[in-house]
């Protein structure tokens, strides 16, 4: 399956009036596939007009505060799945966290006024999922789209960056929340607290980085996929808006 921006691209350049043999050698992109993208979107761009509102939204009327955390949350641990008339968001959590939870249907409701969103307890027990269904859902995280997320580009809209910038520390908390941790090392008997956050997305890791770099909070690369805060300052400053799980 093809990554959700080449189809973008295509759409562009078909709009801009680029014949098929054109766009396939500006973007690399097979002439037969562009053929088959200009009389037939892939499926889940057929789905995701399906199930979209046709409304334009007012993105600045957004609680920044609570959406921003939302979003952390969804890169780190959410999906969202085409249902049969709309989309559902779920956020897994751990059970051990139950105030997490609480957060996360707290922000769920605020992004959308009037509805109540649900949490299903696995079997297993130790996950449940947070849930809403909307039609709003692609059009509030446009990063939606077939597959992992680590393996197609994860970027923010301008009206997005825009939030987070207001609302950096929520932003983080739903990071850490979902794929973070913050744990108590004791070197040789010196206790420290640390913070790690872990993402098989080098964008999102990018992200979470960003908004650690926007607070003045340093921070270090401990392997390929985690991302570490060790000083006694730094980790001081993220336990004035994170803190222990609970």
């Not at 959308?112 to 709003?136: I, N």
């Not at 008997?189 to 607070?215: C, M, P, Q, W």
Request: glycine content about 8%; charged content about 20%; hydrophobic content about 35%.
């Amino acid at each position: 399956m093809r990554p959700i921006r080449e189809f973008q691209q295509v759409q562009l350049l078909i709009a801009a009036g680029l014949n098929d043999c054109a766009i396939a050698r500006q973007t690399g992109i097979p002439r037969r596939t562009v053929q088959v993208w200009r009389s037939q979107p892939p499926k889940w761009d057929r789905e995701r007009r399906a199930g979209n509102c046709a409304g334009v939204h007012d993105f600045d009327s957004l609680a920044a505060n609570h959406y921003c955390y939302l979003l952390g949350l969804y890169l780190g641990d959410g999906c969202i799945s085409k249902s049969a008339r709309s989309w559902v968001l779920r956020i897994t959590c751990d059970t051990r966290y139950p105030a997490i939870i609480d957060q996360c249907r707290a922000s769920i409701n605020a992004v959308m006024p009037g509805q109540r969103a649900g949490v299903w307890t696995r079997p297993s027990g130790t996950c449940a999922d947070v849930y809403l269904s909307s039609k709003h859902w692609p059009c509030l995280f446009p990063q939606h789209g077939p597959g992992v997320k680590h393996s197609r580009p994860i970027v923010l809209e301008p009206w997005q960056r825009e939030l987070v910038n207001l609302a950096t520390e929520d932003f983080l908390r739903g990071l850490i929340h979902s794929d973070g941790c913050r744990v108590i090392a004791d070197d040789r008997g010196v206790k420290s607290i640390r913070y790690h956050f872990t993402n098989h997305s080098e964008d999102i890791l990018g992200l979470f980085t960003g908004a650690l770099d926007r607070l003045d909070i340093p921070w270090t690369r401990s392997t390929m996929y985690v991302v570490s805060v060790y000083r006694k300052a730094a980790t001081a400053r993220l336990d004035e808006f994170i803190g222990p799980k609970c």
